[in-house]
């Protein structure tokens, strides 16, 4: 991580996304070593069982909301550095989405995975696919139901990189 001669690399207060003065910058990446990067996130929206049904039967009235929203959390994942300032645009070997919903419980499960190789992760991308994906859903069901809520997005794990691996469970 580099920086103008003589500056820390980790800038104010030993934080690598400030510089000495303490302003937000991007960090430099360009001397860290390039390896397979992977990250799997989650994200988890609340209907009701009826909606869930409809969902799960293709039912709903603005379409297949399934499909819609994996499509939107794959294009929403692609343009995380355009979304998030202090993200490195990415080339991404790897951007997916699957959808599993239960009905009984009206849960609407997302999880997205994002891989490439390269000096830096790719858990926003996954985090923001996994996001976008569930906005996409809400999106599609509001009309249906005013309740449905995003109950959760998490990063459940990630591997590449000097840290190595890591799982939430």
């Known amino acids: 991580m580099n920086g103008p001669p003589g500056e820390d690399p ?21 001397d860290k070593p390039t390896s397979d990067r992977r990250a799997v996130a989650r994200a988890v929206v609340r209907v ?6 409809l969902v799960a039967a293709g039912d ?5 909301v399934l499909s819609v929203a994996r499509i ?3 294009q929403g994942g ?40 390269g000096p830096t992760g790719v858990e926003m991308e996954a985090l923001t696919a996994a996001s976008v994906a569930a906005l996409t859903v809400y999106d599609m069901v509001k009309g249906i139901q ?9 990063l459940e794990s990630k591997s590449g ?8 469970s």
Request: net charge negative; with cysteine; aromatic share 2%.
């Open 60 to 64: 709903a009235p603005k379409g297949d």
């Open 161 to 168: 990189g000097r840290s190595g691996e890591w799982n939430r």
């Open 10 to 30: 980790r800038g104010a207060g030993g934080l690598t996304h400030l510089d000495t003065t303490g302003r937000a910058r991007m960090v430099d990446v360009g």
């Open 48 to 53: 009701s069982p009826e909606t869930a049904a």
């Open 146 to 154: 005013r309740g449905a809520e995003i109950a959760s997005v998490a």
């Open 78 to 117: 692609k343009r995380t550095s355009e979304l998030i300032p202090l993200c490195h645009p990415l080339s991404l070997s790897f951007l997916g989405v699957e959808a599993s919903i239960d009905v009984d419980a009206g849960e609407i499960t997302l999880i997205a995975e994002a891989r490439t190789t």
């Open 72 to 74: 939107a959390g794959i």
